[in-house]
């Protein structure tokens, strides 16, 4: 299974955009970029995802670079709600493992009022 | 609330006692997932069960570790002779299909001392 790197943690201000990176060099072209985060004490919940093109839905912006080896979440205006552990996942359209996820060690936002 | 729910949220248990977690997936969702998460790691995959099938189980999941979806609804996950490795949270998710978004529940808490 192809994997992420991603900073072990990034600090933010309230109010401000955030861009957390995600690097995937060995991405194949069938593999879904998915986002997915970690509030302090309960499960993970999913971002965003996308392909090839730039993503948006109420939470986020996913862009992905032309050559889809890297990506960024990108946070319009941090929220003290938004501090959590980010995670940039890899899913293979299909075959692979089934939609299970590959969880590595995820981004950690603090978001300072 | 119709979101994943898990039962017991915490469990302190002696080493060598067996335990058993309930996951209560969203209804009619299909796919049902098992997850460890250690502290300051990312959630790592441990088995899933399509319906009241189960498809696929990590090599983490020892002899020791025995998971049902006897009717295709709940899950229960079992752990026999504890160890304390085995202390982490246990989380439970569900979707629709193989390649949808994962819904979390909150997690069990397992500590074993």
């Known amino acids: 299974d192809a994997k992420t790197t991603q900073p072990n943690s990034m600090e933010s201000n309230e109010e401000e955009p955030v861009h957390l990176p995600c690097n995937h060099s060995?991405?194949?072209?069938?593999?879904?970029i998915h986002w997915y985060r970690q509030l302090p004490s309960q499960g993970p919940e999913y971002v965003i995802h996308?392909?090839?093109s730039n993503v948006n839905n109420r939470m986020a912006s996913l862009a992905i670079a032309e050559d889809r080896k890297s990506s960024t979440l990108i946070l319009h205006r941090a929220t003290l709600r938004d501090a959590a552990v980010y995670y940039c996942?890899?899913?293979?359209?299909?075959?692979?493992?089934?939609?299970?996820?590959?969880f590595g060690k995820g981004t950690k936002l603090s978001v300072k009022p | 609330d119709t979101g994943v729910s898990q039962d017991p949220r915490h469990k302190i248990t002696k080493r060598g006692q067996n335990v058993t977690f309930r996951c209560d997936p969203i209804?009619?969702?299909?796919?049902l997932y098992w997850y460890r998460q250690t502290l300051g790691q990312g959630p790592e995959f441990l088995t899933y069960?399509?319906?009241?099938?189960?498809?696929?189980k990590s090599r983490l999941l020892s002899d020791r570790f025995s998971a049902e979806r006897p009717k295709g609804s709940f899950s229960t996950l079992e752990i026999q002779r504890t160890e304390q490795g085995d202390s982490a949270m246990y989380l439970c998710?569900?979707?629709?299909?193989?390649?949808?978004?994962?819904?979390f529940g909150p997690g069990t808490r397992l500590t074993v001392l």
């Open positions: 060995t991405i194949s072209g069938t593999d879904y």
């Open positions: 209804s009619e969702h299909n796919r």
């Open positions: 998710a569900s979707s629709p299909g193989g390649f949808n978004e994962q819904f």
């Open positions: 069960f399509q319906n009241e099938a189960q498809l696929e």
């Open positions: 996942i890899l899913r293979p359209a299909y075959g692979g493992s089934q939609g299970n996820l590959i």
């Open positions: 996308g392909l090839t």
